[in-house]
């Protein structure tokens, strides 16, 4: 990384901002189970801090930051946060591209969404920064069964304890990309202390 990014607890955001990122509030997903969401986030100053921070040697921070309308308005506008989880499914990402062998590319909309995201209805480890869904792999878009089942055994194996959805059309299912995710995992950097007691 050629600049730390600073880390926010989200408790000390403006009003606006916690209506859109609801830190440490509780998130229901669809069998009704309570998730606290992220406090802690990177702050991004801008879209060239996006570009140039390296989150693993072939992921930069930008792919997981790609949102579309779809987005709340006032999680596109710099500074940007993302919470801290983002370093462990760039990780778990880095490890399966090896055994793909090939690069991956991820989804607009496909990396961290805000709890006010529109696809954000209910509790998605896209809201805490740990799932992310590539829609293509090398030159083949993940468009049919088989080469979703294929890179699914595959990413499976590569990562334990990866979710990876399976093909079909109903609900936790996917028919046109690849979704992994590494559940609700809440993230706290061990340099936080070092970088408030600096201050």
Same mark, same amino acid.
């Given at each position: 990384?050629?600049?730390?990014?600073?880390?926010?607890?989200?408790?000390?955001?403006?009003?606006?901002?916690?209506?859109?990122?609801?830190?440490?509030?509780?998130?229901?997903?669809?069998?009704?189970?309570?998730?606290?969401?992220?406090?802690?986030?990177?702050?991004?100053?801008?879209?060239?801090?996006?570009?140039?921070?390296?989150?693993?040697?072939?992921?930069?921070?930008?792919?997981?930051?790609?949102?579309?309308?779809?987005?709340?308005?006032?999680?596109?506008?710099?500074?940007?946060?993302?919470?801290?989880?983002?370093?462990?499914?760039?990780?778990?990402?880095?490890?399966?591209?090896?055994?793909? !062998?090939?690069?991956?590319?991820?989804?607009?909309?496909?990396?961290?969404?805000?709890?006010?995201?529109?696809?954000?209805?209910?509790?998605?480890?896209?809201?805490?920064?740990?799932?992310?869904?590539?829609?293509?792999?090398?030159?083949?878009?993940?468009?049919?069964?088989?080469?979703?089942?294929?890179?699914?055994?595959?990413?499976?194996?590569?990562?334990?304890?990866?979710?990876?959805?399976?093909?079909?059309?109903?609900? !936790?299912?996917?028919?046109?990309?690849?979704?992994?995710?590494?559940?609700?995992?809440?993230?706290?950097?061990? !340099?936080?202390?070092?970088?408030?007691?600096?201050?």
């Amino acid at each position: 990384m050629p600049k730390e990014l600073e880390i926010v607890d989200g408790l000390g955001f403006s009003e606006d901002l916690r209506r859109v990122y609801c830190p440490d509030e509780e998130m229901r997903d669809r069998d009704g189970l309570a998730h606290r969401l992220p406090r802690y986030f990177y702050k991004v100053p801008d879209w060239d801090a996006a570009l140039n921070v390296r989150l693993t040697p072939h992921f930069d921070l930008w792919e997981f930051m790609i949102c579309d309308y779809k987005e709340h308005p006032l999680a596109t506008q710099y500074p940007r946060y993302i919470p801290c989880a983002v370093s462990l499914i760039a990780a778990a990402l880095e490890v399966v591209r090896a055994e793909f !062998n090939s690069y991956v590319h991820i989804a607009a909309n496909g990396g961290y969404r805000s709890p006010c995201h529109q696809l954000s209805t209910y509790a998605s480890p896209h809201c805490w920064a740990t799932a992310a869904n590539i829609y293509r792999i090398a030159d083949e878009y993940l468009e049919d069964q088989e080469k979703i089942e294929k890179y699914k055994r595959v990413a499976e194996r590569a990562v334990y304890g990866l979710w990876v959805r399976p093909y079909g059309l109903t609900v !936790n299912f996917t028919s046109d990309q690849l979704h992994l995710d590494l559940g609700y995992s809440l993230f706290l950097p061990s !340099n936080i202390g070092a970088q408030h007691d600096g201050k």
